[in-house]
């Protein structure tokens, strides 16, 4: 079964690039879009972009300016950069794949366990 | 951005409870629309998807139904491991947006 996994540097410093990479196991990592989502503390989620085994992107307009995310198929991997971080940024971070291959339009399937990302100088 | 307004924020029921939690979309998003639970702790995991179809593995006592703006999802007998919090969440429109979440105690 398909299984993501999230890895990055738990503590990053004002101002400073947060960057998260999601290894994929267990399935395919082409003809499936995935998505990074993101929880603050103690409140609700918040979809961050996509990117597509071809590596098109979509970015929520509210980071757009401030994100990036990238997809190394031959590691099964793909990664988000969130530059000029705050403690606004302060978040889980999940790693996600959608049920449906092929499209954006699908629910979100897998989701990874999360990993902190924490902004603190 | 299409917003998505649950309620309530949170409910206390019995087990056995029949618990109903509504979704509201600020536009028609047709029945794209998704329910998720999250335990305290874990990454929140798809129950619900196309407003009313079951996720393989989910059991019946979930159920969703509605289309354009107005949704419901309902736990027919609240269990145990009920508890959490759940969210809705379109895919009509890009951003994809979730609902605040209803928090869900015993």
């Known amino acids: 079964q398909v299984e993501l996994q999230e890895s990055g540097p738990g503590l990053v410093k004002p101002s400073e690039t947060l960057s998260l990479i999601c290894t994929v196991s267990g399935g395919p990592i082409n003809n499936y879009y995935w998505s990074w989502i993101r929880q603050p503390p103690g409140k609700g989620l918040e979809w961050i972009g996509y990117?597509?085994?071809?590596?098109?992107?979509n970015y929520n307009p509210s980071l757009q300016s401030r994100v990036s995310i990238s997809v190394d198929m031959s590691k099964s991997q793909f990664s988000l950069k969130v530059r000029s971080v705050t403690a606004a940024d302060t978040a889980m971070y999940y790693c996600?794949?959608?049920?449906?291959?092929?499209?954006?339009?699908?629910?979100?399937?897998?989701w990874g366990q999360g990993t902190m990302g924490t902004v603190s100088s | 951005d299409i917003q998505m307004t649950q309620s309530p924020s949170s409910l206390s029921a019995s087990v056995g409870d029949r618990v109903t939690i509504t979704c509201q979309a600020s536009?028609?998003?047709?029945?794209?629309l998704n329910w998720y639970h999250q335990k305290p702790g874990k990454a929140p995991k798809l129950l619900i998807y196309?407003?009313?179809s079951l996720e393989t593995g989910v059991p019946s006592r979930f159920s969703g139904s509605g289309s354009g703006t107005h949704f419901t999802f309902t736990i027919s007998s609240l269990q145990p491991e009920d508890i959490g919090t759940y969210y809705c969440?379109?895919?009509?429109?890009?951003?994809?947006?979730f609902g605040g979440g209803t928090k869900v105690e015993i």
């Open positions: 196309v407003a009313s």
């Open positions: 536009q028609d998003i047709s029945n794209f």
């Open positions: 969440q379109q895919y009509d429109n890009l951003p994809l947006t």
């Open positions: 996600v794949r959608g049920r449906e291959a092929t499209t954006i339009y699908s629910a979100f399937g897998i």
């Open positions: 990117i597509s085994d071809s590596g098109r992107t």
